[in-house]
C-alpha cells in the first residue's frame, strides 16, 4: 500500500515523500489538487492521506464536487481538503487521514472531526512531520495487531 501527500506546495513535502519512501519502502506520491488525488484513491489503496486544508480542486472540479459542494463552489475553491475529506468518508477501508495544515481556524479544524487522526502544524519541522507519521502508522499497526 502506498502513502499519498495532498498539498498545492509540493516542495514542502517532497524531501519528506523520498525520506519516508526509503525508509518504509512502499511508494509515497506527492499530487497537489482534489482532482488528482481522488482519482488515485479511486484507483488503489492507500494507507495513509497526508493533506492540507488549503488545496485546490483542480482543473475539473465538477469531477469531484457532488450537487450540494457545487453549490457552493466559490467558497470551497480554496478549501478544498474539506471536499477530499468527505470524499475519504465514501471509500470502504478508508486510509489514516494526518492533517498538515497552517489553518488556526477552529471552525474549520473541528470539521475534520474524528476522521483525522493526528493534526501537524504548518509548516511543521522536517523531523516533526516524519516522527508524526511514523508514530500514526507504528499505532495503526499495533492496533491492527493485537500481539504486538
Request: proline share 7%; net charge negative.
Amino acid at each position: 500500500m502506498s502513502l499519498l501527500f495532498v498539498d498545492d506546495e509540493t516542495e514542502n513535502v517532497s524531501l519528506a515523500a523520498s525520506i519516508l519512501e526509503d525508509a518504509l519502502g512502499e511508494p509515497v506520491i506527492v499530487v497537489d489538487t482534489v482532482e488528482d488525488a481522488v482519482a488515485l484513491l479511486h484507483d488503489q489503496p492507500f494507507k495513509l492521506v497526508v493533506m492540507d486544508l488549503f488545496i485546490p480542486l483542480g482543473a475539473h472540479p465538477d469531477r469531484v464536487l457532488g450537487p450540494r459542494a457545487r453549490r457552493y463552489q466559490a467558497q470551497v475553491d480554496h478549501l478544498g481538503g474539506l471536499v477530499l475529506l468527505e470524499e475519504l468518508d465514501r471509500l470502504e477501508d478508508g486510509p489514516i487521514v494526518i492533517s498538515h495544515t497552517a489553518c488556526t481556524d477552529h471552525v474549520l479544524l473541528e470539521l475534520f472531526g474524528d476522521r483525522v487522526a493526528r493534526r501537524i502544524p504548518k509548516p511543521a519541522p522536517m523531523d516533526t512531520l516524519l516522527q508524526n507519521i511514523m508514530e500514526v502508522l507504528e499505532e495503526a499497526r499495533r492496533s491492527s495487531n493485537p500481539f504486538g
